[in-house]
């Protein structure tokens, strides 16, 4: 079974550039997150999608970030304008509604904002 | 709400020595709790989880951990510290349900293992 899915695995701009990262979840699985993980801190949830439809999007900072999951399979993740504090690893999870009790991440793309 | 507090940003052990990891965690709700551990430039990958069956859990590379309401903790153990357990350990907290990848995670700990 093929993981969750995640590019780019690396991404430098200056600031006030804007960015994209795209995530392809796990087959079958209808909700996906995304999670901010700044250095020495644990991931915090961004945005949780059930299928194409945002279920969560409280900690988004909607004023530059956004993100959408067409089709409710792959999504993508916008920032823009960036901000240096911005720079963190952007971190996509998978699950399933249909069993199971655990949500898959992928790698992460990491992002620098000089 | 929920949270989570990871005792100890830093843990050291000798190889072959127990490990200890701290976790406690507050929620309004019975919780599902993970371990998810962190190699340098990766994901999180799964070590174990409570979901409300058994109190002792058992991960994978010998990990455990003990669910323990009366405490409100999930502390991670394992007997004899690797090499390769050299890592950032994360303890999260989810309300179940639908959404149990909708995660509250602790600050982390850096478990480093010396010779």
């Known amino acids: 079974e093929a993981g969750v899915a995640q590019s780019p695995r690396y991404k430098i701009i200056e600031k006030r550039q804007s960015v994209a990262f795209w995530c392809n979840p796990i087959?079958?699985?209808?909700?996906l997150y995304w999670y901010q993980q700044i250095l020495g801190q644990g991931p915090k949830l961004l945005i949780q999608f059930q299928n194409n439809g945002v279920v969560d999007d409280s900690q988004l900072p909607k004023d530059r970030f956004s993100a959408e999951r067409l089709k409710g399979v792959d999504s993508t993740l916008k920032i823009q304008p960036a901000k240096l504090e911005d720079s963190a690893v952007y971190l996509c999870?998978?699950?399933?509604?249909?069993?199971?009790?655990?949500?898959?991440f992928g790698q992460g793309t990491r992002l620098t904002v000089v | 709400a929920q949270s989570v507090t990871q005792l100890g940003s830093h843990v050291s052990v000798s190889e072959g020595a127990l490990v200890l990891l701290r976790c406690n965690y507050s929620?309004?709700?019975?919780?599902?709790l993970f371990w998810y551990v962190q190699y340098p430039n990766q994901g999180l990958q799964l070590l174990l989880k409570?979901?409300?069956?058994?109190?002792l859990v058992k991960g994978i590379n010998g990990f455990e951990a003990e669910f323990k309401k009366s405490e409100t903790s999930f502390h991670l153990t394992k007997p004899s510290a690797h090499m390769s357990d050299a890592a950032e350990y994360f303890c999260a907290v989810s309300a179940g349900g639908t959404s149990y990848g909708k995660l509250t995670f602790g600050q982390g700990t850096i478990l480093t293992v010396h010779p």
């Open positions: 929620s309004s709700v019975p919780p599902y």
């Open positions: 087959s079958g699985h209808a909700t």
């Open positions: 409570y979901t409300s069956a058994a109190t």
């Open positions: 999870a998978s699950s399933s509604n249909t069993g199971g009790t655990e949500a898959f």
